[in-house]
Each structure stands twice: as structure tokens, then as C-alpha cells.
């Protein structure tokens, strides 16, 4: 029996144990003057893993809808850039370009996960009660257009130089760069270990059996006295506000938001992560996330020893995503960690 | 008084007039069937009622209440339950969460008690997972309790259904076809079980096509034709009645 396994309660439980111990050294890298030095080969492996512990919180909204609703959302990105120009707008100081207004860092945080989840109400209230593929038309669209507004309306979203000049509070706060490189991922993880404390709560609890039932038969929930619209308006505003944390943070992070960051990438990326891990296991779309992230680092690597241009091997390693998808829907449908009776496919 | 009235409803798809002004009533107590030629609306009757299709035009009265057009969610909160005729079990779900998840009044249904694990979830949640518990075992389906009802047989799905809707402890039961594709042994003892809730004080509303099963179970029985009500009386004088001889040997 491993040390995790005596730990008090469930997974969920566990989840927010390790996430408070790690939001904890966070806090000790970030506010005390110890420093660490980190091996500069190590530089773009937490590089990565940051960016996976903000894709991570991405997922798990994505798996509340999808996984457990049963809700097609196409268009995660731009909750996910809502959070991230929200806080870049009302928080940044002098950017280049567009509207930077100054105001506290986490104001703007809790204004980025309200306006990612404002958005996902009025997009769940337009589309929600209409067929699935509505949903998944509607948030494909609604990411398009809002890609589009921030390429180009230089005058608020900075065009596609974006906005700078955010302020980076772990990097105010730490000795040097290495230990704000450790401190933020520290931070980000043991975000990501609480909300998936929190999601893994509320599947558990009667309210993921209301969810469930949805996915599986709206009609015979409402027959049963569940309000299926109001359950998938909270299941699609939660994941939109998830979403809208992880762009807030990735902002605050990063300190410069641009179109860039927020493509249809960002949305597949998440997307394959959790077909490969199994929809509907908070675990295993983590996992399947990992997977997905952990080969595109692999590729840089292997860059460096294949004989194909840069260009080139971009093409071959979207491909290789691609065939990655096709073989999962085709042998292994409900994903590596899916539980197939569960997400209703044939394995 | 009656529990529920419906008064004058009528639907039509396209051009079809699957129910042309009828009206009918039931008491609270009565144990009533509902027959008639295929397409005679007694489906439809049933989807008007429950809030899954709204009438063009009629009033439907329940408890005293005009309920009408009112979502299926609430009609069912308000006490009214239907099962449908081809059954509806959750596949992907457990035969016990299929009939959990019916349960009334879980505050663990909202986000901040589910989030918080209150204790009045906890205590909801025992006396569900009991209530739950009880019924599975008295259809006989504790053998199968974390089966997912994917793998159910057609008449095990009929007997979940039942359980399922019984969770919500209904005032009014509305049947569609509960014999329908089910063996005679299972169809005799489903018969029995709505006849037990029935003596217990539960309204029933069947909706059958097999004339011999309904007219021993039933007090009352409805046929409908072409959306129209046909006769309404006991089942051997509506056994006796010509046009119905008519209706189902000449339609």
C-alpha cells in the first residue's frame, strides 16, 4: 500500500491535500528568499508542464460538459482567451497596443473567470435548449468570431501584437527567474489539483448522477423532475469559467496576451487529450492531456535529429496527432482510462 | 374530484389530427385503461398530458391545477409519472443509479451542498440509496443492481422502469404499453403489481394494446379512436359495445 492510498478520504480528497501542499511551496519559493537553480536544459520541460497545468484546468471544464453532460463544445478557446483579455485589459500597464487599464491583478482575475462564465451563459442560453450539434456550431462560431475581433480591433485587443505590460505576481514576488519558473508551476499544479478536488466532489456527488442521466436521456431526466436545461447551463458556465481561470492565469503568467495563444489549437489539443484519456474520468483526461502535451515536447527534441525542415516536421507532427485520433476512435473509443459501458460506445 | 381532466385537447402533426377535442377524466384511486386502434392518439394523449408535446388547443387539469403545457420536469415533481413504450432506461447508467437518480428533495443535486458534502446530502443520500434498495430487490432485480441497464433484457428494462418511477412515490402513474414485448409469466406478474399499487391509493393510467391483459386488470377502461374518445365504461360493457368490435376488427 503506497503512502497516497493512507491518506484521508477519496481521490478527490487526496486531489486537494497535494494541491494544498503545493500552492504551500509556492508560497515558500515565492514570499521567502530561498532560490533554486535550475539545469537550463530543464528550462522548456517547465515551460511545458506550466502550460499543461493551465491546459489541465481547460480539460477538466471540458470533461464537466462533455464527459459528464454530454455537451459538444468546439469552442473552449475562447472562454479560455475571454479569461486571459479580461485580465490583460483591466490589469495591464501601459501596453503597446490597446486597452490597459491598471487595476489590481486579482480583480482582474475574478473579473476574467466572471466574464468566461458570463460568455458561457449567454452561448449555453442562445444554444443549449436547441439539438447537440447546435452547441457545437454555436461555440465553434463563437470562437472564429472572437478570434477575429482580436486580430482586429487594435484600439481594445492590441491587433495581433496583442497587450502587454500585464503584471507577473509570482515574478514580483521571487528572488530570480528559476524560482519563479518553479513557484508558478508549484502554484499552477496545486490549482489544478483543486479543481479537480472540486469537480471530482461534484460528479460524485447526486449532482454528476443528474449530469449523467442528461448525457444519456434528457427526456427521461426531465420525466424524473431534473430540470435538464438549467443542469447543462451549470455544467457549460462551470467549464467556461474553468476555462477562463486558465486563461487569467496563463495572462498573469506570461504577462502579454495575443491572438496567438488562443487558436483552434488550443481547443484540439484539450480535445484529443481527453478522447485519448477517456471522457468522463477526470483522471484520465489529465493523463491523456500529458500524453498529448508530453509528445509535442518529444517532437521538439526529435526535430533536432530528423532530416525534414522545420516546416516539414510541423506538418508530419499534425499528422501523427491526426492518425493519433483516428486509431482512438476506431480500437479504443471511450479512450485509454474510459469506462466504455459508461460513455455508451463499443470497444 | 378528479385528479386528472383533460378537456377538449387537441394536437395535430402536419395534417394529421392525432387528437380531435377529446375530453376524459380520472379519480383519484381509479385504476383505468387506455385502448384503441393504432394511431387512435393514445400515445399522444399521454405525451400532451406529461408535458412532452404541448396540445394546440384543450386544457389538462391536474390535482385541481391547470398544468397545461407545463414542462415534464415539473409535472413530475408535481407528482405525475409516465414510462414510455419503448422503455427509456439510462443505458450508460447502473440499474441502481437508474433508480436513485429518480429520488425527490436531494439537496446534493445542487452544486454548493454537492460541493460541500453536506450532512443533509449524506442523510438524503442513505435514505435514497435504502429506498432504492428496496425496490430493486422487489422487482427482482438485486442480482443485476450494478448492471449497467445497457445489458438488461427487454423485461427487466420494463420492471427497472417501473422501479424507477416508483422512486418518486407518484400520485399518478401513467403506463404506455407496460406488457408490450414482455413474456406472459413477467406480464402477469407486472399486472399484479400495478393492481397491489392501485389497492394501495396510487392512481394508474395503462395504456394497452392487449385487450385480455387490460380488461382483467382494470376498472374502467377508455378506447379511442382517431383521437376521439370511443366509449368509457367498464370493461365488459366496452367488451360488449359494438363499435369497438368495430373499431378493432374493422379498422
Known sequence: MSVVDRLPGGEGERAALIGGACVLMAALFALTPLVVALPSALYVF??????????????????LQYGHTGLINFGHVVFFAA???????????????GIGLGYPWVAALVAGVLVAALLGALVGATSLRLRDDFLAIATLATAEIFHTLFVNFRGIFGGNVGLSGIPQPIAALATDGDTTLLATLLFFGGCVAFTFAAVRRLTDAPYGRVLRAVRADELVARSLGKSAFSYKMQAFVYGAALAGLGGGLFALYSGAVAPGFFTLQVTVTVWIGMLLGGAGSHRGVLAGLAIIMGLRLLSRFA????????????????????????AIVRYRPAGIWGNAEELGVDS | MSLLAVEDLTKEFGGLRALDGLSVSVDRGDLVGVMGPNGAGKTTLFNCVSGIVRPDGGAVTFDGTDVTGNSPEALARAGMIRTFQLTRELRTMTVRDNVRLAATDQPGERT?????????????????????DELIEAFELAHLADEYSANLSGGQRKLLELARALMLDPELLLLDEPFAGVNPTLTRDIADRIRELNSEGM??????????????????????????LLVDGSPETVLDDERVVEAYLGG
Open chain 1, 46 to 63: 517547465f515551460e511545458v508542464a506550466i502550460l499543461y497545468a493551465v491546459y489541465g484546468l481547460l480539460v477538466l471544464g471540458l470533461n
Open chain 1, 83 to 97: 479569461g486571459g483579455y479580461t485580465v490583460a485589459m483591466l490589469s495591464a500597464q501601459n501596453p503597446f497596443a
Open chain 1, 303 to 326: 526535430l533536432d535529429v530528423t532530416p525534414v525542415s522545420a516546416s516539414a516536421f510541423a506538418s508530419i507532427r499534425l499528422i501523427v496527432i491526426g492518425m493519433i485520433l483516428v
Open chain 2, 112 to 132: 454548493l451542498p454537492a460541493l460541500l458534502r453536506t450532512d443533509a446530502m449524506e442523510s438524503r443520500e442513505r435514505e435514497v440509496d435504502e429506498r432504492a
Open chain 2, 203 to 228: 392512481t394508474v393510467v395503462v395504456i394497452e394494446h392487449e385487450l385480455e391483459t387490460l380488461t382483467d386488470l382494470v376498472d374502467r377502461l377508455v378506447v379511442l379512436q382517431q383521437g376521439q
